[in-house]
């Protein structure tokens, strides 16, 4: 046992002199490691995405609500130098971690004729990143407005299929976290809250990545176009390959998955040559034509 | 020494400790915050909450769990050890802040409840790097809580010493659940080896402190065997110092004998308030005094000075020439027992 | 600290110290690696015969040429997406909206064309559509 001339005794004024010497170094040591690991844990941790979620601030828009392939609001944007009407589709998400379903089951049920014949406006908070935008209905039903007959009632929406026998890989995510309202929206440490997102019916999103950073994105049906929700909850959040036939339906690409395996987890990194065939199809254009276009250049685009 | 409760007992020293806290708590939050500002300036506050008290909450728990060893090692650390259940809860209060925002921002506002839904939404319970983590920060956040609820006095001498100990000893199992649930969460997001080097090393560390200062102690425990008339030798005269004491262990049953004003009195090791080792304390005032707390008792009967009340036991001790001989068996505890007179035969 | 309390402590930190420091490495030397792909992009590069305006940024590369058969087109590479919600390219005289023609909604990194059926255009207008707030315009100059 140390033999001291010193002896603590906690409430007394103060501390013998010895101790005070060791003790303002031991203060000095931790006020440094204070500054110190929250500078490496800053500096360190992975920047985050540039997405946003306008919070607070609720956006009217003017558009063609519709649950094809899940619930969208199509906003037209123009019409193109060939005389099309060109829609920009605003997937709708409900307030909290909820999808739009049933408040656009609702909407459909107090109309007289279907979605398509109507202009609705509405209103709600914009989620945007990487080219995708969502439109959370904040106020619930209360965010439809109002309606109005379509002046040109034809088809709003356009759809493709670019490939029967696709095979994907990515990362299954909920894509109201993803493009604006959770940073991370991906990845482990997000999955639970992906897993409540995508149980209560937000539409799942296959997030595709390549090594330069850049991010295609790929709703995600069954086959017949229905919510695939409940079937795919213990696959989110992980590297996987879904298997299905490739749509495009206007600006958002598609995947009716299959009946048998439709996602499998993936153990082992990719092989990166095994899915060339399939993303070349990946184009506006759906006639079959040789592709002179070059992986280079691709990733001179990519940042 | 209560003897009626009070929330703190605060005096100068409690309060100096619990303002260099604040101060260390509050360097950390605004480091990290201005720091986030200019170089991850496209973060959520949100995250920006949890990853700071996440990240305060572990570094705290490492210097919380270094002050035991550090102290056994060389008792100029005692009195960062004084004050060590402030900073416990303190502790706990920011892994609270962390585990509530997380829970609400994961699992709030959606299709189940959300202390349902921590157990539920990722059931990856048979992998390790699919395991869900939250599950693990769960039980660590309900392990402080218990220890910061009963961290006062009160619930020290209604649960009883031994019981209270066994509840807060949990805090090596909380530690543990804090450890895997770092690397099993953000590690798994974000794999960055400054980070989990850091973690690593603080890993490293408190095992260390703890494996040295185990086998430090090892060598220091004096096992006596029984002798004449049931007596067992402890020393010379010569090896105690002047008002301190040596410590003997009898079948398990630890004795300190103190040499004082030219007499040797022998009293249990363990004082009543924390199981602190009174054979390292020192006497002041006429009183044994516990080196942890400050806990005071007579030598010649284990009594706390009035008005307190505790009482540790008693134990025979007799001189032969300048050979100090002691008996195991403890009296109860406050009895009083003559003590050994120096150069007397 | 009693040498119950020590034996105690023993026991746990035998255990804790062997198991925690294992766990712990092996799920850090395990975390699972994305799949990465090499992404297409949806639409080809246009070739024109011969380029007529040619503006580079950090977020597009923006291409007006003559095609073989004459007729003008205009073509963005976009490397980077726009950070709003809605953003249209316009063929403009004026330099702003008035009297802007709808070229084509951008989103993420791409290849956007299309033709300039009304002639070269005095300007290109980048618009988001939906904060109604004109993000750039492009003067062209011959």
């Given at each position: 046992m140390q033999h001291q001339d010193a002896f603590y005794i906690g409430y007394l004024p103060k501390a013998p002199k010895n101790m005070a010497g060791l003790l303002k170094i031991v203060i000095a040591t931790i006020a440094l490691l204070m500054i110190f690991v929250a500078s490496m844990v800053v500096v360190n941790?992975?920047?985050?995405?540039?997405?946003?979620?306008?919070?607070?601030?609720?956006?009217?828009?003017?558009?063609?609500?519709?649950?094809?392939?899940?619930?969208?609001?199509?906003v037209a944007m123009g019409t193109n130098p060939e005389g099309q009407t060109v829609y920009r589709s605003f997937v709708l998400v409900n307030f909290g971690k909820m999808g739009a379903y049933e408040l656009v089951d609702e909407l459909a049920a107090k109309m007289d004729e279907p979605l398509d014949r109507y202009e609705v406006t509405v209103r709600g908070t914009l989620i945007y990143f990487d080219g995708k935008t969502l439109l959370e209905l904040t106020n619930r039903s209360a965010s439809f407005l109002g309606h109005s007959m379509r002046n040109s009632p034809g088809p709003v929406s356009n759809s493709v299929t670019i490939d029967e026998a696709a095979s994907l890989e990515g990362e299954i995510i909920d894509p109201k976290c993803y493009f604006g309202v959770m940073k991370p929206g991906f990845g482990k440490v997000h999955r639970s809250c992906a897993v409540r997102c995508i149980s209560g019916g937000i539409p799942p999103v296959l997030m595709m990545k390549n090594?330069?950073?850049?991010?295609?994105?790929?709703?995600?049906?069954?086959?017949?176009?229905?919510p695939v929700n409940r079937k795919i909850l213990d696959k989110i959040g992980k590297g996987v390959r879904v298997s299905g036939s490739l749509q495009k339906v206007d600006d958002w690409h598609v995947l009716k998955l299959n009946e048998a395996t439709p996602v499998a987890l993936l153990n082992d990194p990719i092989n990166l040559a095994k899915n060339t065939d399939a993303l070349w199809a990946m184009r506006d254009n759906h006639k079959a034509t040789t592709c002179p276009y070059h992986l280079e250049s691709a990733i001179n685009l990519c940042r | 020494m209560a003897h009626q409760y009070v929330p703190v007992l605060w005096n100068r020293q409690k309060k100096r400790y619990d303002l260099f806290v604040f101060i260390g708590i509050i360097l950390y939050l605004l480091t990290f915050v201005a720091l986030t500002a200019v170089l991850k300036p496209n973060i959520t506050a949100e995250a920006l909450v949890v990853r700071a008290t996440g990240s305060l909450a572990v570094l705290m728990l490492h210097i919380i769990l270094?002050?035991?060893?550090?102290?056994?090692?060389?008792?100029?650390?005692?009195?960062?050890?004084?004050?060590?259940?402030?900073?416990?809860?303190?502790?706990?209060?920011?892994?609270?802040?962390?585990?509530?925002?997380s829970i609400v921002q994961f699992h709030a506002l959606g299709d189940a409840n959300p202390f349902v839904s921590i157990f539920i939404s990722n059931p990856e319970y048979g992998t390790l790097v699919h395991f869900p983590?939250?599950?693990?920060?769960?039980?660590?956040?309900?392990?402080?809580?218990?220890?910061?609820?009963?961290?006062?006095?009160?619930?020290?001498?209604?649960?009883?010493?031994?019981?209270?100990?066994?509840?807060?000893?949990?805090?090596?199992?909380a530690y543990a659940l804090v450890i895997m649930h770092v690397a099993l969460g953000i590690a798994q997001s974000e794999p960055e080896p400054i980070m989990l080097g850091l973690l690593g090393i603080g890993l490293f560390t408190i095992i260390s402190l703890h494996v040295i200062a185990a086998f430090r102690e090892a060598k220091n425990d004096r096992e006596g065997s029984l002798n004449q008339q049931g007596y067992v030798y402890v020393g010379a005269v010569d090896q105690i110092p002047e008002n301190e004491a040596v410590t003997i262990n009898i079948n398990g049953e630890k004795i300190a004998i103190f040499k004082f004003e030219g007499k040797l009195s022998a009293v249990s090791n363990v004082c009543r308030h924390q199981n602190g080792p009174l054979g390292e304390g020192k006497i002041i005032d006429g009183c044994i005094t516990c080196p942890w707390h400050g806990y005071q008792y007579l030598p010649h009967n284990g009594c706390s000075p009035p008005p307190f009340s505790e009482k540790v036991e008693t134990f025979d001790v007799i001189l032969e020439g300048d050979k100090i001989y002691v008996h195991p068996k403890p009296y109860e505890p406050g009895t009083e027992r003559p003590p050994a007179v120096i150069g007397a035969q | 600290m009693t040498s119950l309390l020590r034996k105690r402590h023993r026991q746990i930190w035998t255990v804790t110290g062997?198991?925690?420091?294992?766990?712990?490495?092996?799920?850090?030397?395990?975390?699972?690696?994305?799949p990465y792909n090499d992404l297409p992009l949806s639409q080809r590069p246009v070739e024109y015969e011969s380029v007529t305006f040619r503006k580079n940024t950090d977020i597009y590369d923006l291409e007006l040429g003559k095609m073989e058969d004459g007729s003008q087109g205009i073509t963005v590479m976009l490397k980077k997406a726009f950070n709003s919600p809605a953003v249209g390219f316009y063929a403009s005289d004026s330099g702003?909206?008035?009297?802007?023609?709808?070229?084509?909604?951008?989103?993420?990194?791409?290849?956007?064309?299309?033709?300039?059926?009304?002639g070269t255009p005095g300007n290109i207008v980048v618009y988001d559509r939906v904060h109604k707030k004109m993000l750039e315009s492009i003067n062209i100059t011959q």
């Open positions: 941790e992975e920047k985050f995405d540039e997405s946003t979620f306008e919070y607070g601030r609720l956006t009217e828009l003017k558009g063609v609500v519709s649950k094809h392939p899940v619930p969208m609001l199509k090594k330069t950073g850049s991010r295609t994105y790929v709703l995600l049906t069954d086959f017949d176009w229905q | 270094a002050i035991g060893p550090l102290s056994r090692l060389d008792t100029r650390f005692l009195p960062l050890l004084y004050n060590r259940r402030h900073l416990g809860v303190t502790m706990f209060v920011v892994a609270f802040a962390h585990g509530g925002f983590f939250q599950t693990l920060g769960f039980f660590a956040l309900i392990i402080f809580y218990l220890m910061a609820a009963t961290s006062h006095d009160f619930w020290l001498v209604n649960l009883g010493p031994k019981f209270w100990k066994a509840m807060h000893m949990m805090v090596y199992i | 062997l198991i925690i420091p294992v766990l712990f490495l092996l799920a850090i030397f395990n975390v699972p690696d994305f702003d909206m008035h009297g802007a023609k709808f070229l084509f909604a951008v989103e993420g990194p791409n290849v956007y064309t299309a033709q300039l059926t009304h």
